[in-house]
C-alpha cells in the first residue's frame, strides 16, 4: 500500500492548487483523478476572467499549465476512480480499482458533472447531435445550425463561442431574462449570429441517425415551435459529484459538500475544495482559493496530528 501525507481527489483547477501548495509546502501529495486533469475548466473555450491573462486563456492551455505546476513541485497524478474511502485521519484508506492508497489527509476537489434536461431523444441523440461540451464539439457543426439551452454563464459563453463555427446558434431559455454576468450578456444580445427563444423550454428531441429538430414549447402562451437544428448544447446546471461520500460526509440538501472556512468538513481530516463543496460563486478562480486554503488547512492540520 502507497503512503502519502495527502490524498486528492479531483484534478481541476481546485485539486491541482491543493496539490502544488502541498507538494510546495513537502507534503508527499498524490492527485487521483478518473478523467483526464483538468476537469471542467479544460472543456471550456476561452476563460477570460482568470487574472493574469489579459486577452483570456483557453481552458484547456489553463489548466496543462496548472497540472505542470503541480508535477514540478513533486505531485504524483494517479487515472482511477474512487471505490471507496475508509479509516480517520492519520490513516485514511483509498481503494481506486487497482490502487490502494493510504493517507494521513484527505482533500475532496471532486467537481461537478453536467446536469442533463431529462427530455425524450436527449439520451438517444447524445454524440449524435446531442452535446454538454462546445468546447469539445463544435468545430462538427461548422456551418450549420444549433440550440443552446439554459440562461446561465456556461449557456451564454459557450453560445457566443459556438458563434464562431455555426450559422446560427439559437438559445433557448425557459424565462425572459438570463442569469448569466452582464458583461457575458453585452456580447450575446446583439450578436448577429444568436436569437433567442424567451420563455421557451424544450420538449423533445428528434431525429432520424442524427438529432434534427427540437420541439419547443413557450411556458407564457403555450405555443408550440418545432425548431430545425444540427446539433443542441445542454447548459442547464451541474449535479455534485460527491456520490460516493455521501454517507460518509454532511452535504447540503443538493448534495454539495459542506465546509468551514478553512474547508474542513465534517469528518476530521477530511477537507473539500472547489465545485463540489457548497459556495456563492463556483468559478476557476475561486476553486483555485478553495484549494489554496485547503491545502495550508490541512498542513495545519497534520502539524497538530
Ligand atoms: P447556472 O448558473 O445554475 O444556470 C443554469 C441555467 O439553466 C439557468 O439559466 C437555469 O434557468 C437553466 N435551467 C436549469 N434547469 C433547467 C431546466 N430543467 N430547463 C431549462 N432550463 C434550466 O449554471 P451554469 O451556467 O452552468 O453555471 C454554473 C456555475 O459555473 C455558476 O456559478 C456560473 O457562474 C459558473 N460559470 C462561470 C463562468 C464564467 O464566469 N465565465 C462560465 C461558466 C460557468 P433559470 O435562470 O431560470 O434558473
Redesign the pocket.
Known amino acids: 500500500m502507497q503512503e502519502h501525507d495527502v490524498i486528492i481527489i479531483g484534478a481541476g483547477p481546485a485539486g491541482l492548487t491543493a496539490a502544488l501548495y502541498c507538494s510546495r509546502a513537502g507534503l508527499n501529495t498524490v492527485v487521483i483523478e478518473k478523467l483526464a486533469p483538468g476537469g471542467q475548466a479544460a472543456t471550456?473555450a476561452q476563460?477570460?476572467?482568470y487574472p493574469g491573462f489579459p486577452g483570456g486563456v483557453m481552458g484547456p492551455e489553463l489548466t496543462q499549465r496548472m497540472e505542470e505546476q503541480a508535477r514540478s513541485f513533486g505531485t504524483e497524478i494517479v487515472m482511477a476512480e474512487i471505490d471507496s474511502i475508509g479509516g480517520q485521519a492519520g490513516s485514511f484508506s483509498v481503494v481506486a480499482g487497482s490502487e490502494q492508497l493510504q493517507g494521513k489527509a484527505i482533500i475532496l476537489a471532486s467537481g461537478a458533472r453536467e446536469?442533463p434536461?431529462?427530455v425524450p431523444g436527449e439520451k438517444e441523440f447524445r454524440g449524435r447531435g446531442v452535446s454538454y461540451c462546445a468546447t469539445c464539439d463544435a468545430a462538427f457543426f461548422r456551418d450549420q445550425k444549433v440550440a443552446v439551452?439554459?440562461?446561465?454563464?456556461?449557456?451564454v459563453?459557450e453560445a457566443v463561442y459556438l458563434t464562431k463555427f455555426a450559422s446560427k446558434v439559437s438559445l433557448i431559455?425557459?424565462?425572459d431574462a438570463?442569469?448569466?454576468?452582464k458583461a457575458?450578456q453585452n456580447q450575446a444580445l446583439d450578436h448577429p449570429k444568436m436569437e433567442f427563444y424567451w420563455d421557451c423550454?424544450?420538449t423533445s428531441m428528434n431525429g432520424d441517425q442524427r438529432l434534427e429538430q427540437v420541439q419547443i414549447e413557450n411556458v407564457k402562451t403555450g405555443e408550440k415551435t418545432r425548431l430545425e437544428v444540427n446539433g443542441v448544447f445542454i447548459?442547464?446546471?451541474?449535479l455534485p459529484n460527491t456520490e460516493f461520500v455521501r454517507d460518509l460526509i454532511e452535504t447540503d440538501d443538493a448534495g454539495y459538500i459542506l465546509t468551514k472556512e478553512d474547508m474542513s468538513t465534517s469528518v476530521p481530516g477530511i477537507f473539500a475544495a472547489g465545485?463540489a463543496r457548497a459556495k456563492y460563486?463556483?468559478?476557476v478562480v475561486t476553486a483555485a482559493g478553495d484549494g489554496a486554503v485547503a491545502a495550508v488547512a490541512v498542513e495545519r492540520f497534520l502539524d497538530h496530528l
Open positions: 471550456t476563460v477570460d476572467n446536469r434536461l431529462g439551452i439554459g440562461g446561465g454563464d456556461a449557456a459563453e431559455h425557459r424565462r438570463l442569469r448569466a454576468s457575458l423550454v424544450v447548459y442547464v446546471g451541474y465545485d460563486l463556483r468559478q
